[in-house]
């Protein structure tokens, strides 16, 4: 994998109020990032705008064989931990408040070949301990130069 990379983060989430709308949320992004392999750790590092901001929130995802993490610095601040089997509480603090989450991941899949890291994560998400959602997260790194997918 080289150091300049693209990585394209997709998810859905299913509400738990099974009221409203049964479609789930779909969320994708795709940005440039750099990735960085250190001490058996997966490292890619990128820029996240906001609508309505003018400054970036640094991102850095953490992979390894049985975790994922997320640590958000800028506009909105939190450091995710997802971990099979293990409930992980964080503080989400965004402009505007901030809100106790709960990740409770059931599944973490995680296949790297020398051109691309593709990572798969199940999880239940908690707000102020009241189940929110179940959410899937589908991240895929690839180097610049495969470049399947587009900015």
Do not use: W
């Amino acid at each position: 994998m080289t150091k300049d990379v693209l990585l394209k983060i997709s998810g859905l989430q299913f509400t738990a109020d099974n009221e409203q709308s049964s479609e789930p949320e779909p969320v994708e992004i795709i940005a440039p990032g750099e990735y960085y392999y250190k001490n058996g750790k997966h490292y890619i590092l990128y820029d996240e705008f906001m609508e309505g901001f003018e400054s970036a929130t640094k991102n850095v995802l953490k992979l390894q064989d049985d975790s994922f993490e997320l640590t958000k610095r800028g506009n909105t601040n939190v450091h995710m931990v997802f971990e099979k089997d293990k409930k992980n509480m964080t503080c989400y603090t965004t402009p505007f408040g901030s809100m106790l989450m709960g990740i409770d991941a059931r599944s973490i899949s995680i296949k790297e070949s020398e051109k691309e890291i593709h990572a798969q994560i199940e999880y239940g998400l908690d707000v102020n301990y009241e189940h929110l959602a179940d959410c899937t997260i589908d991240l895929v790194v690839q180097s610049k130069e495969e470049q399947r997918f587009s900015i």
